[in-house]
Nanobody, 122 residues
């Protein structure tokens, strides 16, 4: 499966942004889909994930602010980000895996999009 992330940009603190991850080659609904982010000088961090059964997993720092959803017709997964904070600034990546034992580990995901930059100004 090939992944294409988009939707990043500059937003003020407290604002919202929606990222998209378009999948091609195979329907995303047969994968576990995840969003990760990486800020300069930091390790890649798990943000949120959804399994093919619809179970959702959240990174501690985004609970209550970020949600994940999918559109089967468009073969696209969305990351809705609300109440954004400057510390949310990072390059955001979508990822896919056929089977995941530990959702927060980047190494569990075989397929990655190219990343989209989100900048939150204070």
């Amino acid at each position: 499966v090939q992944l294409q992330a988009s939707g990043g940009g500059l937003v003020q603190a407290g604002g919202s942004l929606r990222l998209s991850c378009a999948a091609s080659g195979r329907t995303f609904s047969s994968y576990t889909m995840g969003w990760f982010r990486q800020a300069p000088g930091k390790e890649r961090e798990f943000v949120i994930g959804i399994t093919w059964r619809g179970s959702t997993y959240y990174g501690d720092s985004v609970k209550g602010r970020f949600t994940i959803s999918g559109d089967n017709a468009k073969n696209t997964v969305y990351l809705q980000m609300n109440s954004l904070k400057p510390e949310d600034t990072a390059v955001y990546y979508c990822a896919a895996a056929t089977w995941v034992a530990a959702y927060h580990r980047p190494s569990e995901y075989a397929y990655w999009g190219q990343g989209t930059l989100v900048t939150v100004s204070s």
